[in-house]
């Protein structure tokens, strides 16, 4: 063989031997890195329980706050619920002591514009009138809606009433004759109630009536005093 050839050949080995080499520290290098990640990610996990106990206080902190303000709120409506108590009795022992010295008096409601009128206890000296706008509609057989009404609805409401402490309000519907019809038809609705408005009294312009369920469903005070207003109802 020729001095060039092994010469040549000599490269050759050399550069072979190079090339393993550099693999070689490439796979060092990446060993190295993924045994980096590893303990990182044992670092990780074992602070894990001092997290999980962190955030374990931290949740016992906030169900236990949690408690303190459902008590709180508890407490809260108890006395709202006694307050409401304690102002009926209150009302009711006026009542008793106006009828026992001879002086109850009873209070009158005359509204002249729709031409009707009421007679309260004496209790309601001072009530306010909020003026109020009923709506229904008329449905055909498909459920369509045919037509809009409005009207007025006169609420008689208790001196006593307050947002905090309310006390049955009286409303009062007040329709055309030919809006009753349709009422007596069960072709017109003024609410979702499966039931319709229960007439009061007529006269030749109105058609007066009390709302589905206008009592009894909320929490009032005076519902049961409220409750005998209507019997007095009287149209002219």
């Given at each position: 063989?020729s ?5 040549g050949?000599?490269v ?11 693999l070689q520290?490439q796979q060092?290098?990446r ?8 303990r990182?990610?044992l670092?990780?996990?074992a602070?894990l329980?001092?997290?999980n106990g962190?955030l374990?206080?931290q949740?016992k902190t906030a169900?236990e ?13 108890g006395q709202?619920v006694?307050?409401?108590?304690l102002e ?17 008096s009873?209070?009158e409601y005359r509204n002249?514009?729709?031409g009707?009128?009421m007679t309260?206890?004496?209790g309601?000296s001072g009530?306010?009138v909020?003026?109020g706008?009923?709506q229904?509609?008329?449905h ?7 037509g809009?009404y409005t009207?007025p609805?006169?609420i ?6 307050t ?5 049955q309000?009286?409303p009062v519907l007040?329709f055309?004759h ?7 038809q069960?072709k017109?609705n ?5 039931i ?9 312009k109105?058609?007066f ?11 009032a005070?005076?519902?049961d005093?409220?409750a005998k207003?209507p ?6």
């Amino acid at each position: 063989m020729s001095t060039r050839l092994k010469v040549g050949a000599l490269v050759i080995v050399l550069l072979g031997i190079a090339v393993l080499f550099l693999l070689q520290q490439q796979q060092i290098t990446r060993l190295v890195e993924e045994n980096a990640d590893l303990r990182a990610q044992l670092n990780q996990m074992a602070s894990l329980p001092d997290s999980n106990g962190y955030l374990g206080g931290q949740l016992k902190t906030a169900v236990e706050a949690s408690q303190a303000d459902r008590g709180e709120l508890m407490r809260l409506r108890g006395q709202a619920v006694r307050l409401r108590q304690l102002e009926q009795e209150n009302t009711e022992l006026k009542a008793q002591r106006q009828q026992r010295d001879g002086t109850t008096s009873a209070v009158e409601y005359r509204n002249e514009q729709y031409g009707f009128g009421m007679t309260f206890p004496s209790g309601w000296s001072g009530y306010s009138v909020v003026a109020g706008t009923w709506q229904g509609q008329t449905h055909d057989e498909q459920g369509e809606t045919t037509g809009t009404y409005t009207g007025p609805e006169i609420i008689m409401r208790h001196p006593q009433w307050t947002a905090a402490a309310p006390w049955q309000d009286i409303p009062v519907l007040v329709f055309t004759h030919d809006e009753w019809a349709l009422v007596e038809q069960q072709k017109f609705n003024v609410s979702a109630a499966p039931i319709g408005p229960s007439k009061l009294g007529e006269n030749a312009k109105c058609v007066f009536a009390l709302p589905p369920r206008w009592i009894g469903f909320a929490e009032a005070l005076g519902q049961d005093e409220a409750a005998k207003v209507p019997q007095t109802f009287r149209a002219f």
